[in-house]
C-alpha cells in the first residue's frame, strides 16, 4: 500500500508495531547496533527510554564501558542528562527522563534516536512533537546519529520537510542502513 503523508505513514506505523514480537526484534537490532565500528568506539551515548512497543533500549544502560545521557523534556526541547536510574520520573508524556542537570551536548559521541518509520535517506518519523530535530539541529558538532526501526516500517520515502533532520546510519532487524557514514 501507498502512503503519501507523514500522518499516513505514522497511524499504519502504530497500527503495525502493536502487531509486531517486539522483544525478539528488539534484540535482533541491538546485535546489528553492536556490530557497528561507530558504536564499538562510542564512550558517551545520548539514548532514548524505551516504552510501550518501542524498540527496546533500556537493557543497554547497563553496558557499563559506556556513559549514558537520557532526555530531558524542558518546554519544548530535549536536554542530555546522566542517567540515574534511581532518580527517574515521568514527564508529561509519561516517558521515565531524568531528575538530574544537563551536560554540555558536545561531550556525546552518539545519539540513539527512536522512531515509528523511516527512509532510507535516513529521515525518520516520531510521534510528532519535533523534540528529537530541534534537539539534533541544535548540536553545535557532528556526532553520529542512529536511528533503531523494525525492517518492516522502512520506506521509501517518509516526506521529510525542512525542519526534518537526517540521521546517519538507520538499524533494523535485518540491515544496516548507513546514508552519512
Not at 50 to 75: A, G, Q, Y
Not at 83 to 90: A, N, P, S, T
Not at 103 to 127: F, H, N, V
Not at 142 to 147: A, T
Amino acid at each position: 500500500m501507498k502512503y503519501s503523508t507523514k500522518k499516513e505513514i505514522r497511524i499504519f506505523a502504530k497500527n503495525i508495531r502493536e502487531t509486531l514480537d517486539y522483544e525478539k526484534l528488539s534484540s535482533l537490532i541491538q546485535n546489528n547496533l553492536f556490530s557497528l565500528g561507530q558504536w564499538k568506539k562510542a564512550k558517551n551515548i545520548f539514548c532514548y527510554y524505551s516504552v510501550k512497543k518501542e524498540i527496546i533500549t533500556n537493557n543497554l544502560f547497563s553496558i557499563k564501558e559506556k556513559n549514558w545521557f537520557l532526555p530531558r523534556i524542558e518546554d519544548k526541547n530535549l536536554l542530555a542528562c546522566p542517567i540515574d536510574e534511581k532518580e527517574l520520573i515521568c514527564n508529561k508524556y509519561g516517558i521515565p527522563e531524568p531528575n538530574t542537570h544537563n551536560i554540555d551536548t558536545k561531550e556525546l559521541d552518539l545519539i540513539i534516536i527512536p522512531a515509528l518509520a523511516a527512509d532510507k535517506k535516513g529521515y525518520r518519523i516520531g510521534y510528532g512533537g519535533g523534540y528529537y530535530d530541534r534537539f539534533i539541529s541544535s548540536l553545535k558538532h557532528n556526532p553520529i546519529k542512529i536511528v533503531l526501526a523494525y525492517s518492516n516500517l522502512i520506506f521509501d520515502t517518509t516526506y521529510p520537510d525542512e525542519f526534518d533532520q537526517k540521521c546517519d546510519i538507520i538499524v533494523t532487524d535485518k540491515e544496516i542502513y548507513k546514508i552519512n557514514c
